[in-house]
């Protein structure tokens, strides 16, 4: 497994953008899927967005889809989420995420599906 500690959350205006970090331990990161998934309060904890190994394939939440970008630095056992045109509703916190997944396409990436967590990260949207 890997550990997974995430930052550059924040407060910032609606309309603003953040990009978060998520730093991972261990030697095989190129062999994990990476996600990232967001909790706001008394609401269950939802998907947002992951990417392959290799970075080649990305998807999307249908509510942030156009706005954040996730990447990774494999090199820098580094995985981002550039968020961009934020809204109050966009207020979390964030959670990075990763499945031992060494194959080129993205399939089964739920919550379930994740067996390593960071501890999350506080992003709040003012209006």
């Known amino acids: 497994q890997v550990q997974l500690v995430e930052s550059g959350g924040g407060l910032v205006q609606a309309g603003g953008s953040l990009r978060l970090s998520c730093a991972a331990s261990g030697r095989t990161f190129s062999s994990y899927a990476m996600g990232w998934f967001r909790q706001a309060p008394g609401k269950e904890r939802e998907f947002v967005a992951a990417?392959?190994?290799?970075?080649?394939?990305?998807i999307y939440a249908d509510s942030v889809k156009g706005r954040f970008t996730i990447s990774r630095d494999n090199a820098k056992n580094t995985v981002y989420l550039q968020m961009n045109s934020l809204k109050p509703e966009d207020t979390a916190v964030y959670y990075c995420?990763?499945?031992?997944?060494?194959?080129?396409?993205?399939?089964?990436?739920?919550?379930?599906?994740?067996?390593?967590w960071g501890p999350g990260t506080q992003v709040t949207v003012s209006s």
């Open positions: 995420a990763a499945r031992f997944w060494p194959y080129p396409v993205l399939a089964g990436m739920g919550l379930a599906d994740f067996s390593s």
């Open positions: 990417i392959s190994r290799s970075g080649s394939i990305t």
